[in-house]
């Protein structure tokens, strides 16, 4: 195997933190004698916490609605060629995770997640198929789950649900017209699209895991149908850490130098695609560096508009120019395809089950 410098430092800097930083597992069986948590969701956060708990002797009980298979959250049900955008350095969920690769794929993932939850003993401490509807405090303070003391009584919970649910699929004017194919982006594993015209509704996030679906099964060409222009930025570790290391998390007055710099340097010939009006931190920019390629190859495009409806042979579609709102007035036109991609992101989760005295100002359920 040929020896690789930055791996080699890579993977000894992630057994240092796991030495260092991750809390001692507790043997098994054993009963800890902490306060009770209940976690609900067993995604990446929901295990990630309750390891955090165990191995600082709390006990927990994980409250998944799903089965084993759901272990990992939406990492779990999304498509096989959907991976990591930013370099997985930037990706560290528990100190104890050994990472492969800089850019690691679905399977990967859960499957750290899966280690993650054995290696602290939470096969027991889980709970499958029990979906929390309620979770209520009795005359003691003690929390109740879904109103079954049968759950055991609880110190304190962590909601940890996440942000994407259900996928959410618009239905459109005159969808049932359409000729070709309609996929959820994240229903594609065992589809392929060579050879046809895909066309993808969508700019988002999750736009970038239907263009991986594209690249990898060799479509004959892509159209990125975009109601607003979204900020792109390179699948590169360093230029992704430095755009990190914006410590307020928002627009500065500084933001227009990265800002500048993208469109120069990365951009260059397609800068008519670069937002005017949002900032680069003002929202989650798309992480790919396939897109612009696959532009000037004339493999794709990326048109901003308004969807109209379908048509049996694509999408009627409204294109707007640069800096016309969404709404606005354009040229009406017919984007012909094969398969349409519905990137149109996911419902967000409740947190119906909590009480809405937990909510204090300014804090609000989503």
């Given at each position: 195997m040929e020896f690789h410098p930055?791996?080699?430092?890579?993977?000894l800097t992630q057994w240092v933190l796991d030495k260092l930083f991750s809390p001692t597992p507790p043997p098994p069986k054993a009963t800890l004698d902490r306060p009770r948590i209940a976690i609900v969701g067993a995604?990446?956060?929901g295990v990630s916490s309750?390891?955090?708990?165990?191995?600082?002797?709390?006990?927990?009980?994980?409250?998944?609605?799903?089965?084993e298979k759901s272990i990992g959250g939406i990492w779990s049900r999304v498509n096989n060629t959907s991976g990591l955008q930013i370099h997985s350095i930037m990706y560290r969920f528990h100190p104890s995770i050994r990472w492969a690769a800089g850019y690691p794929d679905r399977r990967q993932i859960v499957s750290q997640i899966t280690q993650l939850w054995k290696r602290y003993g939470l096969q027991e401490r889980t709970r499958f198929n029990t979906r929390v509807m309620s979770a209520s405090q009795d005359k003691s303070g003690r929390w109740i789950i879904n109103n079954d003391p049968s759950f055991g009584y609880f110190d304190g919970v962590l909601a940890a649900v996440g942000t994407c649910g259900d996928p959410k699929m618009a239905h459109m004017p005159n969808q049932e017209r359409f000729k070709g194919e309609i996929f959820h982006s994240s229903k594609l594993d065992g589809k392929?699209?060579?050879?046809?015209k895909v066309l993808i509704i969508g700019g988002g996030a999750s736009a970038v895991e239907a263009l991986e679906f594209v690249v990898h099964t060799n479509a004959a060409s892509t159209s990125v149908l975009a109601r607003s222009d979204k900020w792109i930025i390179p699948r590169n570790a360093i230029v992704d850490a430095l755009l990190a290391m914006n410590v307020f998390g928002q627009e500065t007055i500084f933001s227009w130098i990265p800002e500048s710099l993208l469109k120069k340097l990365f951009y260059r010939d397609l800068e008519d695609l670069a937002p005017i009006s949002e900032g680069l931190f003002t929202e989650t920019p798309m992480v790919n560096s396939d897109i612009f390629r696959q532009i000037r190859n004339h493999n794709a495009e990326w048109l901003r508009g308004d969807i109209i409806g379908f048509s049996e042979n694509g999408i009627r579609f409204r294109q707007r120019a640069k800096g016309v709102p969404k709404g606005g007035p354009g040229r009406d036109i017919e984007v012909k395809g094969d398969m349409v991609i519905m990137a149109t992101g996911y419902q967000r989760p409740s947190l119906s089950?909590?009480?809405?005295?937990?909510f204090e100002e300014p804090y609000h359920p989503p």
């Open positions: 930055f791996l080699w430092v890579y993977s995604g990446l956060t309750a390891s955090h708990c165990v191995g600082h002797g709390f006990e927990v009980t994980i409250f998944e609605a799903g089965d392929t699209a060579a050879g046809k089950f909590l009480p809405p005295d937990v």
